[in-house]
């Protein structure tokens, strides 16, 4: 089974730039999370998707930060412009429910931003 | 609001040295209960998950973790770590109607070869 793919893995820009970053999820998934993780601490949520609905995007800073899942499947992220504070690594993750029972919350590599 | 902590934030053991680190969170419903592992430069991966059933669940790498209810806890263990699981362990939970994770902010652990 194929995982979580994003990309692109690593991303440097200057402030005031812009960046989009993409995501596919495990094929089935209906929830799809964007979470941010900055060095050093846990993944933050930023936006959380169930099929092409939002249900969670309150740490989601709107002013800058925007996310879609048209169709119910992939998922941009972008951030426009960025701040020095946005370098971070974005975790793109889906959860589907196990043919035994509960949802578990599988993880992408990651998209690595570096502002300058 | 819901929360999980992870009161070791960094933890230096030897080689054969046996693993304990804790996990508390603060939800009364019913809860899934999850520990991921982070190698250095690597993604996220999942070692252990507890649904129901028996608490003490086993993962992959030699790694348990235990589901005490009454103390809103689920700490993971290793008797004999090695240098291999040097990484930064998250706890996390799923709660609520939303399919919502939460996640503790992580346990950095180097094992000294």
């Known amino acids: 089974e194929a995982g979580v793919a994003q990309s692109p893995r690593y991303k440097i820009i200057e402030k005031r730039q812009s960046v989009a970053f993409w995501c596919n999820p495990i094929?089935?998934?209906?929830?799809l999370y964007w979470y941010q993780q900055i060095l050093g601490q846990g993944p933050k949520l930023l936006i959380q998707?169930?099929?092409?609905?939002?249900?969670?995007d309150s740490q989601l800073p709107k002013d800058r930060f925007s996310a879609e899942r048209l169709k119910g499947v992939d998922s941009t992220l972008k951030i426009q412009p960025a701040k020095l504070e946005d370098s971070a690594v974005y975790l793109c993750?889906?959860?589907?429910?196990?043919?035994?029972?509960?949802?578990?919350?599988?993880f992408g590599e990651g998209s690595w931003l570096t502002v300058v | 609001a819901q929360s999980v902590s992870q009161h070791n934030h960094h933890v230096i053991l030897s080689e054969a040295a046996s693993l304990e680190l804790g996990c508390n969170y603060s939800?009364?419903?019913?809860?899934?209960l999850f520990w991921y592992v982070q190698y250095p430069g690597q993604h996220l991966q999942l070692l252990l998950k507890?649904?129901?059933?028996?608490?003490l669940v086993k993962g992959i790498k030699g790694f348990e973790a235990e589901f005490i209810k009454s103390k809103f806890s689920f700490n993971l263990r290793k008797p004999s770590v090695q240098w291999s699981d040097t990484a930064e362990y998250f706890c996390?939970?799923?709660?609520?109607?939303?399919?919502?994770?939460?996640f503790g902010s992580g346990t950095k652990l180097n094992v000294k070869p």
């Open positions: 993750a889906s959860s589907g429910r196990d043919r035994l029972s509960g949802n578990t919350i599988y």
């Open positions: 094929s089935g998934h209906a929830t």
């Open positions: 998707f169930q099929n092409n609905g939002v249900v969670d």
């Open positions: 939800y009364g419903g019913t809860v899934n």
């Open positions: 507890y649904f129901s059933g028996d608490p």
């Open positions: 996390a939970v799923n709660a609520g109607n939303f399919n919502k994770f939460y």
